[in-house]
């Protein structure tokens, strides 16, 4: 595995669709990262300039970034700079950057482009490590504040991406001389948990509000929780098509609300555009309906929850699934 400092520089445009929606997209401009060795020691460098394919320029990306349009256009194309950077990193990368921001940006570039981004995969938050072991809080702070603070040397271009990948790999260098293994993230979310916790001590459990019961399945389909208690609810991941849900068993797999065992349901119903359903039985407790919404999350991805309604929680859905089984 290897541990990659990453970085991007992007440009945002706006565009439309077949369907005529507008739509926004941060088309990169350039690719910076950092390999690191033994220690979080820089070993190596990636830099390339990307050409802008979607939109032009901003004036005052140009300036930030210090870059022209004529150096994007000598540039090669993202497919032809991503392949080049996917060799350079070598299996299995580890990535690691300032901030969150960078690899939603890096998969929305390979998924606009319909390239296989089953390598860019969430990254170590060296800004995140940075503000819980030095602050002790999760209060974001600017890449050059935290040189500035580190005494590193300064002898890099601030906003370029390959700058800011050096910046950020010598932070997490001397974040691990400093720290250690209190740099890993299981420490650092374990130290999270417990600074929430100060911050927000449990309440008293309020009394459930009473539920009004719908005029019809149409109103209760559109707020199924303004009339109906999910005895369990669950977040899905994305994916990029809306058939991934249904190959995917952890979909169609539940736990009794009550018992903890493991509940497998029957095959998808459609209820109605992006509505699910599915019975899910249970000896000792009776029969549940999970109940699977999705919608677009973007134009490249989908995103969706399941709900677990207990059979009495949910009358018109149970006459639904009656009536067409």
């Given at each position: 595995?290897s541990?990659?400092?990453?970085?991007?520089?992007?440009?945002?445009v706006?565009?439309?669709?077949?369907?005529?929606?507008?739509?926004?997209?941060?088309?990169?401009?350039q690719?910076?990262?950092?390999?690191?060795?033994?220690?979080?020691?820089?070993?190596?460098?990636?830099?390339?300039?990307?050409?802008?394919?979607?939109?032009?320029?901003?004036?005052?990306?140009?300036?930030?970034?210090?870059?022209?349009?004529?150096?994007?256009?000598?540039?090669?194309?993202?497919?032809?700079?991503?392949?080049?950077f996917?060799?350079?990193?070598?299996?299995?990368?580890?990535?690691?950057?300032?901030?969150?921001?960078?690899i939603?940006?890096?998969?929305?570039?390979?998924l606009?482009?319909?390239?296989?981004?089953?390598?860019?995969?969430?990254a170590?938050?060296?800004?995140?490590?940075y503000?819980?072991?030095?602050?002790?809080?999760?209060?974001?702070?600017?890449l050059?504040?935290?040189v500035?603070?580190?005494?590193?040397?300064?002898d890099?271009?601030?906003?370029?991406?390959?700058?800011?990948?050096?910046?950020t790999?010598?932070?997490?260098?001397?974040?691990w001389?400093?720290?250690?293994?209190?740099?890993?993230e299981?420490?650092?979310?374990?130290?999270?948990?417990?600074?929430?916790?100060?911050?927000?001590?449990?309440?008293?459990?309020?009394?459930?509000?009473?539920?009004?019961?719908?005029?019809?399945?149409?109103?209760?389909?559109?707020a199924?929780s303004?009339?109906?208690?999910?005895?369990?609810?669950?977040?899905?991941?994305?994916?990029?098509h809306?058939?991934?849900?249904?190959r995917q068993?952890?979909n169609?797999?539940?736990?009794?609300?009550?018992?903890?065992?493991?509940?497998?349901?029957?095959?998808?119903?459609?209820?109605?555009?992006?509505?699910?359903v599915?019975?899910?039985?249970?000896?000792?407790h009776?029969?549940?309906?999970?109940?699977?919404?999705?919608?677009?999350?973007?134009?490249?991805?989908?995103?969706?929850?399941?709900?677990?309604?207990?059979?009495?929680?949910?009358?018109?859905?149970?006459?639904?699934?009656?009536?067409?089984t």
């Amino acid at each position: 595995m290897s541990m990659i400092v990453l970085d991007l520089e992007w440009n945002t445009v706006f565009y439309h669709d077949e369907q005529g929606e507008r739509h926004h997209f941060d088309e990169i401009i350039q690719i910076g990262a950092v390999r690191l060795a033994e220690g979080y020691q820089p070993a190596d460098t990636f830099n390339c300039y990307v050409r802008n394919q979607q939109g032009s320029l901003s004036p005052s990306i140009a300036e930030l970034v210090q870059v022209t349009q004529e150096t994007l256009d000598a540039s090669e194309d993202f497919p032809t700079v991503a392949e080049a950077f996917l060799d350079w990193c070598g299996e299995n990368p580890r990535f690691l950057t300032w901030s969150n921001s960078d690899i939603p940006v890096l998969r929305q570039n390979f998924l606009f482009y319909d390239l296989n981004a089953a390598a860019i995969k969430r990254a170590y938050n060296v800004q995140f490590a940075y503000s819980m072991l030095i602050s002790g809080s999760t209060s974001a702070v600017a890449l050059n504040k935290a040189v500035d603070a580190c005494a590193l040397e300064q002898d890099e271009q601030f906003h370029s991406a390959v700058g800011d990948a050096v910046y950020t790999a010598r932070i997490m260098h001397k974040l691990w001389e400093d720290y250690g293994v209190k740099t890993r993230e299981s420490y650092l979310y374990g130290q999270l948990q417990k600074l929430r916790a100060a911050k927000h001590p449990p309440r008293a459990p309020k009394a459930p509000a009473s539920l009004t019961p719908p005029d019809s399945f149409e109103d209760w389909l559109e707020a199924p929780s303004r009339y109906s208690r999910s005895a369990q609810h669950k977040k899905l991941a994305c994916n990029t098509h809306r058939k991934a849900y249904f190959r995917q068993s952890g979909n169609k797999a539940f736990l009794c609300p009550k018992c903890k065992k493991k509940l497998p349901g029957t095959r998808w119903q459609m209820i109605e555009e992006n509505r699910y359903v599915s019975t899910v039985c249970c000896a000792d407790h009776g029969k549940f309906y999970a109940l699977m919404r999705l919608r677009r999350k973007n134009p490249y991805l989908w995103e969706g929850v399941v709900d677990l309604y207990p059979e009495r929680e949910c009358g018109l859905l149970a006459q639904w699934v009656q009536f067409h089984t």
